[in-house]
């Protein structure tokens, strides 16, 4: 008889069939006990309104508001009952509450220590007309992001990554002779969507992790986005400190600052509408400035400062400068690419123009020399060419023109009277056909010690 067997195929589908309906299948959990620990945790409520906790009786008193007598509440009262309600369901966890602020005109009369790290978002901080606005007292910061060994020292887990953005702080006045802040950033924290007007400093961030006691801080990696500052008595946006470097501004505007720059220059050293004089620098993009004048003086300043020292590699991509501003000031190390902004420093480039360059070359680390380009300190000079290393040959090899003679001089320096070769055109030449002329003597004179550094650029 003949045996028909079973393609390979078939087999298999029938052997996994057996399978899928002779073997037991997984037990199924219990949903009791899940239900049990689920009504043990207690829920978190992930966003709370501030303008909840207003009672209006007690925190909106009647003020005259840009002239109008008004009821505007003061916000300060509700920051406490809603911390008070939020802090307890965050437990030992390391986050902070999450606190929006409805639409509206509102007074804040405390100001708010950060310690931790909180988001605190508007309804719309835009410069024309924001949604939530918040007017402060004179001589009040609003916002102070604290140092992180003052909040560790009250046994809370710091700012870092805390949040404020789409709102409208404004100082009702501006006379306070002691420096007030709109933001006070100790901390390395997330700005967005805010504009600040009135303040001495429209922001400031300024920390050091090597600072004694509770003001040991870091705020490195500090982010800015949409910030507006205006009518600020010094800088707009000012940075500072040791430990204030690699931040991020994306289109911060900062105009009409340094109001009162005279008198405050002395507590907070030079102004200019954005100061970024970080220990090691910034960046800053499509940002924009315009006028910076004291009122009373007339005494005009810098749009930017990237920079107050050889440490600073700050940079200024596609920065604008507008109206009424001193030259913007590049620290020796900064830069600035593209743009509109005058700059006084040699680290910039617009277009196919460049500030000025510096090319080393060290491939024989015995004989190193260096070729420069663009704003150099002897006059007419457009190229320089320095050995490095030798102290007995330090005279630099200068391209210069010199516009009296109508010539261009071939300096090879070190030469008696510091001309060793003149090319160019004499003024009763005939034809026009110049001439090539040599100078001085071969003797050479000693360096001096300006010779004898390095070009600056």
Not at 138 to 162: H, K, M, S
Not at 267 to 274: K, Q
Not at 416 to 445: C, F, H, Q, W, Y
Request: charged residues 20%; contains cysteine; aromatic residues 8%.
């Amino acid at each position: 008889m003949a045996i028909r067997t079973v393609p390979w195929d078939v087999a298999a589908a029938w052997w996994l069939l057996a399978a899928f309906v002779l073997l037991p299948g997984p037990a199924i959990a219990d949903p009791e006990p899940a239900r049990a620990r689920a009504a043990s945790v207690p829920l978190r409520r992930s966003v709370f309104e501030l303008t909840d906790e207003i009672q209006v009786a007690k925190d909106c008193p009647v003020r005259k508001v840009r002239g109008k007598s008004t009821p505007i509440c003061d916000l300060g009262p509700a920051f406490s009952r809603t911390f008070r309600r939020c802090l307890p369901e965050l437990g030992d966890d390391r986050s902070g509450c999450v606190i929006t602020v409805a639409p509206g005109t509102y007074e804040l009369r405390t100001p708010q220590r950060i310690c931790r790290p909180h988001v605190i978002r508007g309804a719309g901080g835009g410069a024309f007309g924001p949604a939530t606005r918040i007017y402060t007292p004179d001589g009040l910061t609003p916002f102070r992001f604290a140092p992180f060994a003052e909040c560790r020292a009250a046994e809370e887990p710091g700012a870092a990554g805390a949040e404020l953005s789409h709102l409208a702080l404004e100082a009702y006045a501006q006379t306070s002779t002691t420096p007030f802040f709109g933001l006070w950033l100790g901390d390395k924290v997330v700005i967005e969507h805010v504009h600040l007007r009135r303040y001495t400093q429209g922001i400031r961030i300024n920390a050091g992790a090597k600072r004694k006691r509770l003001e040991a801080s870091n705020a490195n990696a500090w982010w800015l986005a949409e910030v507006w500052v205006d009518q600020s008595a010094h800088a707009g946006i000012h940075l500072d400190g040791p430990d204030t470097n690699v931040g991020l501004a994306l289109r911060p505007v900062a105009t009409s600052n340094c109001r009162d720059a005279v008198r405050f220059e002395k507590i907070l050293g030079p102004c200019a509408n954005i100061y970024s004089g970080d220990f090691l620098g910034s960046t800053f993009v499509a940002a924009q400035t315009a006028s910076a004048k004291d009122l009373t003086t007339k005494t005009a300043y810098p749009g930017y400062v990237m920079g107050d020292s050889a440490n600073s590699r700050s940079v200024c991509l596609g920065c604008y400068a507008e109206g009424d501003q001193l030259p913007s000031i590049l620290a020796k190390n900064a830069n600035a690419f593209g743009g509109l902004t005058t700059w006084s420093g040699t680290g910039w480039m617009i277009g196919p123009q460049v500030g000025g360059l510096s090319l080393l070359n060290d491939r024989d680390p015995k004989n190193p020399v260096r070729l420069v380009l663009g704003r150099l300190a002897a006059p007419g000079t457009f190229l320089e060419l320095t050995p490095v290393s030798s102290e007995e040959m330090r005279w630099p090899l200068r391209l210069k023109l010199d516009l009296e003679e109508q010539v261009f001089r071939f300096e090879v320096g070190g030469l008696s009277d510091s001309t060793a070769m003149v090319i160019g055109a004499a003024k009763n030449a005939s034809l026009g056909l110049g001439k090539l002329r040599l100078e001085g003597t071969p003797e050479l004179k000693k360096p001096s010690k300006a010779e004898l550094r390095p070009p600056k650029l």
